[in-house]
């Protein structure tokens, strides 16, 4: 290998600096961040691991050379039956037969460290009660070898896996691990095979009871039993989704004959009718039996080694003599025919009638099945090149003429084609007209770059590249048997090859497929719509199946449960778990991975991280500074950034060409970084592109900065707000309610120099609004000068569109979201199970190891626990943020919200408990959290993700040493010191969010409607800011009732003349009259009151009440905590009602009854003041 110079090498850089410079020149003050390719010839001296990860030497680190593998070898009781190179993706690929069992090994050898594990098993389903999925849970329950309860639990706290995890697909369940640390890779693979191929669940009823389904007693005098399990609290979560909804009417209506069209993950309605343990150990008997799984190796491991390890797991097993004919196409997959004539299906889903927009919440998609024959890589990169085409952005022609319709605000989830199971399914809705009018050949050019640019780059996120390669590889093995070629799904060069040609040959490539879409009566119409009232009947169901299922089972039932409950209280033995294979503490290493950086001008740039040819930049600037109502509409701004054209320039159909044809992406982010003496917001233009492209990336980054078309383009700018509410109660509160509810409880907590660390995470650093997974990715450089421009920008965008009113009160953004109180509830009709969270503060001086290392037990060996396997919820889980000093617990998808709640509170007790932890555990914990400090596998943009939050946050590499040196010397002592610190903290807070149903059965009080969260959010936000709490008069409020009432009547006279409209008007006047009277009076009285010095406040007796002059909403100085909100009165107020009102209350007070604030009601019309303590009653008029 050729030497290069320090000198050659520093040219280089020059030059692409200089590069950067000249195109980025333009941008207003901004930092800007590089990641660009390590050159050809100095890949022979870079870490393939960044950071290098630690290795262990009982299996080999670096791989052995495979190139004596051919087609017909015998290696350890194998076959090979395949071998080949894979240039696209720098791979060798070897398929393995075991001769005795007929297992088949996989092994993709690259370099990649990041290596992984895992096993396939073929689980089509044959009804709804969702045995594979409780088989997924259950078998990761013990297993002969490692008999503890939860050794998935254990492997998650002490080892150092980039993923750990189980799926549980349509018709295939999928086992994955991976590890940078080839022992590491063992021990996750000897737990997770012994588990597979020897699980206890086949012998011990009580885990299908925990993980499954079971009726659970009532655990307070007088608290009913209910039907719990973690699988059937999981999907009672996923049918709370409209979305999740929609797509599985679209599965079972597209496939009538076959195992699709039943719920692989189990029907809550049918778990507990259809799901037995005889049924569970006849499917676990069935589906898993090595013969018919698929195993997988990944990465930089020895092949030989990885099939001698195998082969000796797969000894004494015999090939299946029953064929499963997973591969047979008659049986699972369906034939076309004609749908057409079939009326639309229907699934209807709990939604709150007031709510906003309620008449809008429905989905219609039009689907199509598209194959009856298997589909080939031509295939499939034929259909994604259309789907960008089509659908890929917001001006593609089939997107924009469904938004222009005036149908609808966004596509329909899952609008696109779907191609990860046999039969590909396209949804949406295709009108002839596009058909007609062809596609544009400068569009085909950017759609062809777009899907090419991301099958080279091939960024999984935070998926491991070897995860993401063996789920896409497993099915194809699965469904078509041992023959298939399974390198032909990783060669994408020669199917975009010859889809280049034809197109250059004038093929009507594209026309071709719309035709046969159009052609294709295999289709289906699917609506989703909302129902009032449909949670409470799904709820009175739930107790009618529970006694049903009661009744049929008797006390068998009931002792199994019993027994259960016993199982879960039991101790695992010191021996059990000494079985499990652990990385030890000892042989961690103490230094810390650094992220190497250069610094040029106004450019951090990161030299050292492999990019495969692909440059990672980022233009930043600085929004520390803006108000926080700025911030929490920063997400509109940042999404519209590429959604409006230029002023002088492109339009939006040009501008998405330019981006699509010349780089792999560009978008807008926000970055928020909490820290114990504030915080920093920074706005991020993120883009990637090849090499030879650098300069037209910034370029374009320069032109959406400074050309935006904010004024130009009303229409469009309403568009992507309308798209990002619509979006965001499925993606936001059902997917990541837990989140919401911490950054709800984040932002509770005393803003004494803190700033609530909430967005750490990629949704809530999107406001609330879920608009690309890389929000976050961002890197920083001398941002500062920048906050004027952008305070102008969101002046000028807000004001001038005059936007505010557009925005759903459901955007809830984790800045907007300060309710008052440290603890409430937040009612969202649609969440049929909860999402609890609690965030605390500690002392500054709290050493940060430790208190890591206390999160990682208590969310693993508490909350995991009691929370999860005892409680039934699908989640639960406790971080520590070292930089703002808080600690945050949350649960997921939790049938509980006292119970849980209880258990949050007492973590700081059972850290403190000398029976709770031994120090070999606590060794484990920081064995584990080691692990997440790991950098080495990180994609490129992950990379200046973390190197942006260390800048952002001012936190040297000193500090970082001593973080990590810290976690290695924890200690028991020290863990309950951290104890002790959460028992004695006075600041902390706690939100639940679940239907009001649930929340009021828990006694959650006070208790804030979703709509009325959103809606005061922000307002007390800038009154904890500025003090803005004032008093408005009593003659105000009169003249602001008249109003209203005005208002009111004049709605009233614009409805249409249908009698029927204007009888339901009439009446519903009559029906809040009373009601809203009765507001506005006790609002007027308490206002009066407040100009007479005051009323106290009946939470903390301490503060004084007042009224803010900008929305007339009602707050205690002390504890902000809101009272009153003015609604809509019907009738007038007098102008003597004020007077009437003191007069009362005086006369109350002179009678010498008691110190009592009396109450007011109507009474047909007449305003009557009474006490309820002395009995005291008056009529004022």
């Excluded at 004020?1138 to 009601?1161: I, K, M, N, W, Y």
Aim: hydrophobic share 35%; aromatic share 6%; glycine share 8%.
């Amino acid at each position: 290998m050729i030497g290069v110079s320090r000198a050659a090498k520093r040219a280089h850089h020059r030059c692409l600096l200089a590069a950067v410079r000249r195109a980025s020149s333009a941008l207003p003050r901004a930092g800007l961040n590089l990641v660009r390719p390590t050159m050809a010839h100095e890949i022979a001296t870079s870490a393939p691991c960044l950071g290098g990860c630690a290795t262990y030497r009982r299996f080999s680190s670096g791989k052995n050379s495979p190139a004596e593998f051919e087609v017909g070898d015998h290696i350890h009781g194998f076959t090979v039956v395949q071998s080949s190179t894979v240039p696209d993706i720098s791979a060798r690929v070897f398929v393995l037969e075991h001769d005795q069992s007929g297992a088949r090994l996989i092994a993709l050898s690259n370099s990649d460290a990041n290596k992984s594990f895992g096993a396939a098993f073929p689980t089509p389903p044959e009804d709804n009660s969702g045995v594979a999925h409780v088989l997924e849970h259950s078998v990761l329950c013990g297993s002969r070898s490692y008999p503890t309860k939860d050794p998935f639990a254990t492997l998650l706290q002490s080892s150092h896996q980039t993923f750990l995890n189980a799926l549980t697909y349509p018709d295939r369940t999928c086992y994955p691990v991976a590890s940078c640390n080839s022992q590491d890779l063992y021990n996750l693979a000897e737990v997770y095979i012994d588990s597979l191929l020897h699980p206890k669940v086949v012998d011990d009823e009580y885990i299908i009871r925990q993980e499954g389904w079971r009726v659970q007693p009532g655990g307070a005098e007088g608290e009913s039993p209910t039907l719990q399990g973690v699988v059937y609290n999981e999907m009672k979560g996923v049918y709370s989704s409209a979305d999740m909804l929609h797509y599985r009417m679209i599965s079972r209506a597209l496939n009538p004959d076959n195992c699709y069209r039943f719920d692989s993950g189990g029907d809550p309605q049918y778990i507990p009718k259809e799901l037995s343990q005889d049924r569970l150990v006849s499917f676990y008997k069935t589906h898993y039996h090595p013969g018919r799984a698929v195993f997988w190796f990944y990465g930089d491991g020895d092949v030989d080694e990885q099939a001698a390890w195998l082969s000796g797991k797969l000894a004494g097993y015999e090939t299946p003599v029953e064929a499963l004919e997973f591969d047979s196409k008659e049986k699972y997959m369906q034939p076309l025919r004609d749908l057409t004539g079939q009326p639309p299906h229907r699934v209807t889903f709990d939604y709150d009638p007031k709510m906003p927009d309620f008449d809008s919440k429905s989905q219609v998609s039009v689907s199509w099945l598209l194959n009856d024959e298997r589909l080939t890589s031509d295939d499939r990169i034929r259909y994604a090149v259309f789907d960008s085409l089509m659908l890929g952005r917001t001006s593609s022609p089939l997107a924009r003429k469904l938004l222009d319709s005036g149908l609808g605000k966004s596509l329909a989830i899952g609008s696109g084609t779907q191609d990860d199971l046999r039969q590909a399914i396209f949804s949406v809705g295709l009108k002839d007209e596009i058909r007609d009018a062809g596609v544009d050949s400068l569009d085909v050019q950017a759609a062809v770059n777009s899907v090419e640019f991301k099958l080279r780059e091939f960024n999984t996120g935070r998926l491991p590249r070897g995860v993401a390669w063996f789920l896409t590889v497993a099915p194809e093995s699965l469904y078509n048997g041992s023959n298939h070629d399974v390198s032909e799904v990783m060669r994408f060069e020669a199917p975009l090859r010859r889809l280049k040609n034809d197109l250059a040959a004038g093929k009507p490539v594209f026309e071709d497929i719309i035709d046969g879409v159009l052609k294709n009566k295999h289709r289906v119409t699917v609506v989703t719509s909302p129902e009032e009232g449909k949670g409470e009947r799904l709820r009175q169901r739930e107790k009618e199946l529970m006694e049903e299922v009661r009744q049929e089972g008797g006390e068998e039932l009931a002792d199994q449960t019993k027994r259960m409950m016993a199982w879960q209280n039991s101790e695992d033995s010191p021996e059990d778990i000494g079985r499990i294979p652990m990385l030890r503490k000892a042989d961690m290493p103490r230094e810390e991975n650094e992220i190497h950086s250069d610094e040029s001008g106004d450019v951090l740039w990161h030299p050292e991280v492999r990019t495969q040819g692909l440059v990672y930049a980022d233009a930043v600037f600085d929004a520390t500074a803006l108000s926080v109502e700025d911030q929490t509409r920063l997400p509109v701004v940042m999404k519209a950034l590429t959604e409006l054209g230029l002023q002088e320039g492109d339009s939006v159909q040009e501008l998405h060409r330019r981006i699509e044809t010349n780089t792999g992406g560009l978008a807008g982010g926000i970055v928020n970084v909490a820290t114990t003496e504030g915080g920093r917001t920074a706005v991020v233009v993120r883009g990637r592109c090849l090499l030879e492209k650098t300069e037209t990336l910034a370029s374009l980054m320069a032109d959406v900065v400074n050309s935006c078309d904010w004024f130009g383009n009303r229409q469009r700018l309403v568009e992507v707000v309308d798209q990002m509410c619509s979006s965001w109660e499925q993606s936001m509160l059902i997917g990541a309610g837990h989140q919401l509810a911490l950054s709800a409880a984040y932002a509770s907590l005393p803003a004494e120099g803190r700033v609530h660390d909430a967005n750490r995470r990629d949704y809530a650093q999107s406001g609330g609004c879920h608009l690309c997974p890389g929000l976050s990715m961002i890197a920083l450089h001398r941002p500062a000068r920048t906050t004027g421009d952008l305070g102008g920008l969101l002046e000028g965008v807000w004001q001038s569109q005059d936007l505010l009113g557009r925005v759903s009160p459901l955007m809830i953004s984790a800045k907007s979201l300060c309710i008052p109180g440290s603890f409430y509830g937040i009612a969202a009709p649609s969440v049929q199970i909860g999402y609890n969270s609690r965030a605390l503060t500690v002392p500054e001086d709290t050493d940060v190891g430790t208190a890591i290392v206390a999160a990682q037990l208590v969310s693993m060996n508490y909350m995991w626990q009691q929370i999860r396997m005892q409680g039934g919820a699908y989640g639960a889980s406790c971080q520590f943020n070292h930089r703002s000093k808080t600690f945050g617990m949350t649960t997921y998808r939790d049938p509980h919200v006292r119970r849980s709640l209880e258990i949050m509170r007492d973590a700081g007790k059972w850290l403190q408990n000398p029976s709770s932890l031994d120090p070999s555990t606590v060794d484990q914990a920081a064995v584990g959290v080691i692990g997440q400090l790991e950098i080495g596998h990180l994609m490129p943009d992950e990379v200046l993700r973390v190197s942006l939050t260390r800048w952002l946050a001012g936190e040297s590499p000193e500090e970082r040493q001593a973080r990590r040196v810290g976690i290695l010397e924890a200690t028991r002592e020290g863990v309950q010191q951290i104890g002790q610190r959460i028992c004695e903290t006075e600041s902390s807070a706690e939100v639940c969010i679940a239907n009001e149903t649930v929340l009021t059965e828990a006694g959650i009080s006070p208790l804030l409607p979703l709509i009325i969260a959103a809606a005061v959010g922000s307002e007390l936000s800038n009154l904890r800011k500025d003090n803005d709490v004032g008093v408005l008069a009593g003659e105000d409020w009169i003249d602001l009732a008249r109003l209203l009432e005005e208002d009111l009547r004049d709605q009233l006279e614009r409805l249409d003349s249908d009698a029927e409209s204007r009888d339901f008007a009439a009446c519903r006047l009559h029906e809040i009259e009373e009601m809203e009277l009765q507001a506005a009076v006790e609002e007027l009285y308490l206002s009066h009151m407040a100009t007479q010095g005051g009323v106290p406040c009946p939470l903390c007796s301490r503060g004084k009440l007042g009224l803010s002059r900008s929305d007339g909403l009602l707050w205690c100085e002390n504890c902000l905590d809101m009272r009153i909100r003015l609604g809509r009165p019907g009738l007038s107020l007098e102008d003597d009602i004020a007077p009437s009102l003191h007069a009362a209350v005086r006369r109350h007070l002179e009678d010498g009854r008691c110190e009592q604030t009396p109450v007011f009601t109507i009474r047909d019309g007449r305003l009557v003041v009474t006490c309820e303590l002395c009995r005291w009653k008056d009529e004022a008029f």
